[in-house]
């Protein structure tokens, strides 16, 4: 990761973000035992070796600027993972490049390897059975880092073709040599793993093991990842049995983002200072990351312009055509378009330093993710009543002016907008519009993008027009260079 100079250094900005600065990360995220001064040999130990089985690192830079949410704006800063993700060409940035896919891949594996440690350690404990509540953490921990790995670096899930499609190494072990050759095995043998870890983990978590849930996998992230998981898998009743143990009968409702009430009037710093923070009932699960995103994101040269964001946001008018979604869109210098999200934090690299790192808070799993996912999979089901419900109570908390009558969402409407008589169709297009909107700027459209072969189309300022249709295999990122000097098969293009 990349040191940088405490000032900005940003010209003719519209917006003034403060420099938010931090002495050290203690407040966000419990850190590992240092291992030359402790000996790791109890719950509570093994739990602070567990808040590091997390990748600290994020897709966010490169998920967003592969999909459909982004444009040349011809100037802006200049980072290689922008814009080699934007080209679709493989990023030169590495593991000492914050925000790059080398360094996410690298932070997946570390995590794993905590997680495996923490088994261990577990397993040879004078009475594994006090270590409960670890070993749940553990297992799921390892899933969800395979579980990204496998979505990212091989060709996304498809029941077709995953018994032959490349996977990642599921690592089960703590490593103990300095080179160990892996195998890809396949991406269905992958996924066969991770249910396995995460059937396994789910039921042994127990919440009062951690001094701060939200920066662990408590019991609703974790059930929360689970419907992501059989989402993907096509379950949707496994979707719904997990999004319903996360959030029992109508509680979700309570932990939504209130963005048309309490959040539309803050200011931008409020909205910076909020949005990533554990006293967010939205925030399910958040990790600290290394990342330039709290400092870059508006002004990447590939980015949100202001045509973007009228695409990506015009699926206000399903509910009216009067009707307005209450995010605040803020723009700095010339058509950088954002809306407030990402907190950065200064970190010194001595107490007088002017120079440092820079983090910045990522909300892995949302209440607002887990209520799409339920209404997706009650689309599947045929439940259109249940999935109509989902949208509505989604539109009465982002609509300025929410009025339930003016603002209902009904299945006329929605057929009406997307000029479709079928009703599955429809439903799809509306959960994936909001999906858009809800998390621009967040990399979370890529998978979307990826699930639905949604196919990708990026011009540059030159006229060049990049194509990605549905089976490119661009769309899937490169194994990193170290990883296929240890002889893992890089991905074919």
């Known amino acids: ?82 814009r080699g993700s934007f080209l679709f060409e493989e990023v030169e940035a590495t593991v000492n490049d914050s925000d790059s896919p ?18 261990k350690i577990i397993a040879e404990a004078d009475d594994p059975s006090l270590y409960s509540a670890q070993r749940g953490e553990a297992l799921v921990a390892r899933a969800y880092a395979h579980f990204m790995l496998v979505c990212l670096y091989s060709k996304f899930y498809d029941p077709q073709s995953a018994s032959s499609d490349p996977g990642i190494p599921y690592v089960t072990e703590p490593e103990t040599v300095v080179i160990k050759q892996y195998e ?59 999004a319903n143990a996360a959030f029992p009968g109508t509680t979700i409702a ?24 554990a006293s967010q009932g939205a925030n399910l699960l958040i990790v600290e990351t290394a990342s330039l995103i709290g400092r870059y994101m508006p002004q990447y040269r590939y980015g949100m312009t202001y045509a973007k964001s009228q695409e990506i946001f015009e699926s206000q008018s399903l509910a009216s055509s009067s009707a307005r979604w209450a995010y605040p869109l ?31 808070m990522l909300p892995l799993f949302t209440a607002e993710e887990l209520l799409f996912n339920r209404a997706e999979a009650n689309v599947y089901l045929g439940n259109t009543a249940a999935a109509l419900s989902d949208l509505n109570l989604f539109a009465s908390k982002r609509l ?17 907008f997307y000029n479709t008589s079928n009703a599955t169709t429809g439903l799809i297009n509306a959960i994936l519009d909001f999906k858009r909107v809800e998390f621009v700027q967040e990399g979370m459209r890529w998978f979307d993008i990826l699930r639905y072969n949604i196919p990708v189309e990026h011009t540059t300022n030159t006229g060049q027009v990049i194509t990605i249709p549905a ?9 990193p260079q170290t990883a296929a000097l240890s002889g893992l098969e890089k991905n074919k293009r």
């Open 1 to 82: 990761m990349k040191k940088l100079n405490m000032s900005r250094g940003l010209t003719a900005i519209i917006l003034a973000i403060p420099m938010l600065v931090l002495v050290g990360c203690e407040d966000f995220l419990s850190k590992e035992p240092d291992s030359t001064r402790a000996v790791i040999n109890d719950p509570k130990k093994v739990s602070q070796l567990l808040a590091t089985a997390y990748p600290q690192a994020g897709y966010v830079v490169f998920g967003e600027s592969m999909s459909d949410n982004v444009s040349d704006k011809s100037q802006g800063y200049d980072d290689k993972t922008n």
């Open 102 to 119: 080398d360094l996410y891949w690298s932070e997946c594996y570390r995590a794993i390897s905590v997680a495996n440690q923490a088994l």
């Open 184 to 242: 890809r095995r396949t991406v269905n043998y992958v996924y066969q793993m991770i249910e396995k870890d995460l059937l396994e983990g789910l039921p042994l978590i127990s919440d009062g093991t951690y001094t701060v849930p939200k920066y662990h996998f408590n019991t609703v992230a974790a059930n929360a990842f689970a419907a992501r998981f059989y989402l993907v898998k096509k379950d949707y009743n496994k979707v719904l049995q997990y």
């Open 254 to 277: 309570n932990n939504l983002r209130p963005w048309n009430t309490t959040m539309e009037n803050m200011s931008p710093a409020e909205l910076y200072a909020i949005y990533s923070r």
């Open 330 to 360: 803020y723009y700095q210098g010339d058509n950088n378009y954002f809306v407030p999200k990402w907190y950065e934090y200064f970190v010194r690299e001595s107490v007088n330093a002017d120079i440092g790192y820079l983090y910045t």
């Open 400 to 416: 300025t002016g929410y009025n339930a009558t003016t603002h209902n969402i009904t299945a006329t409407k929605i057929r009406n």
């Open 471 to 479: 089976n490119d295999p661009r769309r899937v990122l490169q194994i």
